[in-house]
């Protein structure tokens, strides 16, 4: 795989800090010759991602939150003016209210509800709109990450279940739009890993052991395992695929019991 992504730029959204798994996918895509454009959410991510700037080969980086349309469309213009093309987008992006992953899913609030849609799912909407023209130039790849709580009840996953299945959905959506301007849309759905955002799900160490003990590898995943499956989907090795969402979850989806 080395050398496969060379020339190409990927955008990469969603690194908080060396646990992210927007770091692990990060890392592979330059380990694969791509070079990075590191979105970050505020000033304190900002400060985050510096410190792992050298890790990186110290990137091209803008602060953009994902909630603001005019923020996207500053970020992927700056792209086109530093880069002239982006070939790869990578949304590694969620949140809920922290008291709604937790207790009963009956509890959600409308707010929260909307609040975990528009950012974990609708954003992936919002970030193919504004990258597609330079996509299309470079039939290009989108990626997302998604989790098994989209399609089956995982306690304490609640509204952020909800939102992964629309986030799923939505890349179904975009692949059949994009698809004929050779665009393609695909998703990871990754077994828990213990970073800043899953620490918000209530009781995360009984899923982690859960999966360790019931997944036909016995153990969970890690954030470069992620990573490999991603600079696959993302390179041209996976150029028939789109739509798809790839468990990369020590295969724990496929046990009835
Ligand atoms: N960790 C897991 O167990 C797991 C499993 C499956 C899927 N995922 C998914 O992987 C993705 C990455 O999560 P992670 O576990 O690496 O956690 P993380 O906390 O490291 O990453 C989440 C990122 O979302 C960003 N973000 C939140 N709101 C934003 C906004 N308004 N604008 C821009 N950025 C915003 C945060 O800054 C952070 O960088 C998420 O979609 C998550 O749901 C995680």
């Known amino acids: 795989m080395e050398g496969s992504l060379a020339g190409k730029v990927a955008a990469v959204f969603g690194i908080a800090n060396q646990r992210s798994i927007a770091f ?10 791509a070079r990075l454009a ?5 000033e304190r991510m900002g400060k985050s991602i510096d410190k792992l700037a050298e890790d990186l080969g110290n990137p091209w980086r803008r602060e953009c ?13 700056a792209v086109r003016d530093d880069f002239g093309r982006c070939d790869i987008v990578v949304h590694s992006v969620a949140t809920a209210k922290r008291e709604e992953l937790g207790g009963s899913f009956l509890d959600t609030s409308w707010e929260g509800f909307a609040l975990a849609q528009e950012v974990s799912a609708f954003s992936l909407v919002r970030l193919c709109k504004h990258a597609a023209p330079m996509l299309e130039e470079a039939n290009g790849s989108v990626l997302a990450l998604t989790y098994l ?6 306690p304490n996953y609640n509204v ?3 939102a992964k299945a629309s986030l799923e959905s939505c890349v179904r959506y975009l692949a059949s739009d994009l698809g004929p301007r050779g665009v393609r849309v695909n998703a990871i759905s990754a077994g828990p890993i213990r970073t800043l955002s899953a620490s918000g799900v209530s009781d995360l160490v009984t899923m982690l052991n859960f999966v360790a003990e019931k ?12 990573g490999k499956a991603a600079r696959f989907l993302l390179s041209d090795e996976a150029s028939g695929v789109t739509g798809q969402i790839l468990f990369v979850d020590s295969g724990y989806h496929i046990m009835g019991m």
Do not use: H, K, W
């Open 24 to 33: 692990g996918i990060a890392q592979n895509l330059a380990a694969c010759g």
């Open 215 to 226: 997944s036909p590898m016995r153990r969970n995943v890690t954030i470069d395992e992620v």
């Open 65 to 77: 939150d994902v909630t603001q349309d005019s923020a996207v469309a500053e970020f992927f213009g």
């Open 38 to 42: 590191l979105s970050y959410q505020n």
């Open 160 to 162: 952020m279940g909800v």
């Open 149 to 154: 709580g989209s399609e089956r009840v995982v």
